[in-house]
């Protein structure tokens, strides 16, 4: 084996291929992992494998796969060198997205705790 075959062997899923056949091979394997995640992810929530409230955990758990195998295979995020800003860019995102709702989930929370009415108030209003 030459070590041009070397390096070709040595690549990460999500990084373009000299060839195009191993570039479709590489969307094709990402097609089929993506496929299968999704077709489990409807199974065990349709039957009853998992335990009740587990079933949340295990679909959180597909999805989170389901992000990795789309991108891997088909938005090539590696941990290469040169993918560094990439990176960065999507863990800036992740982070936005996540202060986005903690933000609105604490918002909520504190709105539906200060526009109840409080007991108080309620049998003053059943005593008149």
């Known amino acids: 084996m030459s070590e041009n075959d070397s390096e070709r062997l040595n690549v990460a899923p999500g990084e373009p291929h000299d060839s195009m056949m191993s570039e479709t091979v590489s ?55 040169d993918n560094t800003n990439n990176v960065l860019a999507l863990a800036f995102g992740v982070l936005i997205v996540f202060l986005v709702m903690i933000g609105t989930i604490w918002i909520m929370a504190h709105m539906n705790a200060n526009m109840t009415v409080s007991p108080e108030l309620m049998n003053l209003q059943m005593q008149h």
């Open 27 to 81: 969307y094709v394997v990402g097609l089929g992992l993506a496929l299968l995640l999704t077709g489990v992810s409807f199974w065990v929530a349709s039957t009853s494998v998992l335990w009740g409230p587990g079933i949340a955990t295990g679909l959180i758990v597909l999805a989170i796969a389901q992000m990795g195998v789309h991108l891997v295979f088909f938005l090539h995020i590696t941990s290469g060198p």
